[in-house]
């Protein structure tokens, strides 16, 4: 199972960052083992780094686009879909700081249609995987 955590990053840190994903990665994943008794000054490194998300607006973007596919599901704030021909299991959930996705593929067909842009940010911290959504290799 792949977990894919999506990030907005903000303008200037995607300009300064977009020739060298891995050095962004390694600043979000110090971030995500980070202990709590240090989140303190995880807060301003995150504003530094981080647009928000109107969970509301995405959702419902998510939703009607995927609304008629029989293979999708949207309950209790998550977007499910389920397609036994292409052996795909993915749950998304909108977070205002971030998107989670989680995938038995590696091409999930949320990440594929809905979530494009150039600012965008991938990471899978257990398998150490990270890439600019606009520049994923569909």
């Not at 990030?7 to 840190?13: A, S, T």
């Not at 300009?15 to 995500?32: A, D, M, S």
């Not at 995150?46 to 647009?51: I, N, P």
């Amino acid at each position: 199972m792949r977990c894919f955590y999506i990030f907005k990053i903000n303008r200037e840190m995607t300009i300064l960052t977009k020739e060298t994903p891995y050095n962004l990665y390694k600043t979000i994943e110090g971030l995500y083992y980070l202990d709590t008794y240090d989140l303190g000054a995880s807060y301003e490194v995150y504003d530094d780094l981080f647009l928000s998300f109107d969970p509301i607006y995405v959702n419902k973007r998510i939703y009607n686009l995927f609304k008629n596919n029989r293979y999708y599901n949207y309950i209790e704030k998550k977007h499910i879909i389920y397609n036994k021909y292409r052996g795909e299991e993915s749950i998304l959930k909108v977070y205002p700081s971030h998107i989670i996705l989680k995938s038995n593929i590696i091409n999930p067909t949320l990440l594929l249609n809905y979530l494009n842009s150039d600012n965008l940010f991938v990471c899978d911290f257990q398998n150490k995987d990270y890439f600019w959504l606009n520049e994923f290799v569909r």
